[in-house]
């Protein structure tokens, strides 16, 4: 079955304490992003990956970081969270470089730092 | 101006009823539109691209107005399982950035 998949699904941590948030896509696909949605703020672009070792800043990027060394996987790692990083995350991946193609979703990861 | 504006509703709408709405894109070189559906608590799933002829798919139909810089979404017959929230998204070519509109919520009523 073609899916993205993210892990975990929901995650509690405190302030400072190193975390990832793994996503996976197996449908070969070179694009890949990861999104921030808040209430009244939308979902919001944080990192985009348009294939393997290439990586872009998106609207909100500040205090995340992301690495793409295998086509596949596109991992979110915050360094030292804070509670403003509160928030639903979405791992989304398409084809030709998300330009006009069909963005799939994974299921979201919630997260709350306290 | 906001890069991507939509009116976040609620629209409550009879089943059955038609209803429509727009969403207006500041970048004049947005170049990618498309219409994504969100349930509660869900992830986002693609409704239906958008393109410069408009296109229809089933009940739902999308149209481009690229000299007043709006896309549209038109739903007929209206089902209860039409209630979402409906995600406008344009994509810069330029740099590849996808941006979603904060979303319009719909409830359909029985």
């Known amino acids: 079955e073609a899916q993205v998949t993210q892990n975990p699904r929901y995650l509690i941590t405190v302030t400072g304490k190193k975390l990832t948030v793994t996503c996976s896509q197996n449908?070969?696909?070179?694009?890949m992003s990861w999104y921030r949605q808040d209430p009244g703020l939308g979902l919001r672009q944080i990192y985009y990956s348009m294939n393997v070792e290439v990586t872009d800043k998106g609207d909100v990027p500040e205090g995340y970081k992301v690495s793409r060394k295998e086509k596949r996987n596109f991992p979110l790692i915050l360094e030292s969270p804070s509670p403003n990083q509160t928030s639903l995350y979405f791992c989304?991946?398409?084809?030709?470089?998300?330009?006009?193609?069909?963005?799939?979703f994974g299921p979201g990861t919630r997260l709350t730092v306290t | 101006r906001k890069e991507v504006e939509q009116d976040p509703g609620p629209f409550n709408v009879p089943e059955g009823a038609t209803v429509a709405f727009n969403c207006t894109y500041s970048n004049s070189a947005s170049q990618s539109f498309f219409w994504y559906r969100q349930d509660c608590r869900k992830e986002p799933k693609l409704l239906m691209s958008v393109y410069s002829s408009g296109n229809e798919d089933g009940r739902f139909t999308a149209q481009l107005n690229r000299a007043s810089q709006y896309i549209s979404l038109l739903i007929r017959d209206s089902k209860l399982s039409d209630s979402a929230t409906y995600l406008c998204v344009v994509n810069l070519h330029r740099d590849d950035k996808i941006i979603f509109g904060k979303g319009t919520r719909l409830h359909i009523l029985p």
């Open positions: 449908m070969n696909h070179e694009y």
């Open positions: 989304a991946s398409s084809t030709t470089g998300g330009i006009a193609y069909e963005q799939y």
